[in-house]
């Protein structure tokens, strides 16, 4: 089965970190062009991150400087690493792969995707 899977949400305080893992089944993650978004409730999704085949990277002006994207081809995975959260990052976190795409954010807000995963729950709040 075709899909990408989310792992590693949680409840944090402000200020604390977490590292989200987007995993692929059947296909090879590192061929493809993956990006992060989140819905926060009440609000409309948004594109937090995306990572290129070649490993070019962009980020959200929100969460730059804050927030890492990485591969491990080995693993078959995509990380989004979050450093210094806060509470305007509560959201559930989904990922999103598909062939081709430059790493830009506002590219990977308007293409369609091939793969979603059902989406990972990240809390902020002290």
């Known amino acids: 089965q075709l899909r990408v899977v989310e792992s590693g949400g949680g409840s944090v305080q402000p200020g604390g970190s977490l590292r989200l893992s987007c995993t692929a089944s059947g296909f090879t993650m590192d061929l493809h062009f993956v990006a992060w978004f989140r819905q926060a409730p009440g609000k409309e999704r948004e594109g937090v991150s995306c990572i290129s085949s070649g490993s070019n990277t962009d980020y959200a002006d929100s969460v730059k400087g804050r927030f890492t994207i990485s591969r491990d081809k080995a693993k078959n995975t995509v990380y989004l690493r979050m450093n210094n959260l806060n509470a305007q990052d509560t959201a559930i976190y989904y990922c999103?792969?598909?062939?081709?795409?430059?790493?830009?954010?506002?590219?990977?807000?308007?293409?369609?995707?091939?793969?979603w995963g059902q989406g990972t729950e990240v809390t902020v709040s002290s």
């Open positions: 999103a792969a598909r062939m081709g795409g430059a790493a830009r954010m506002a590219l990977a807000e308007a293409i369609d995707f091939e793969y």
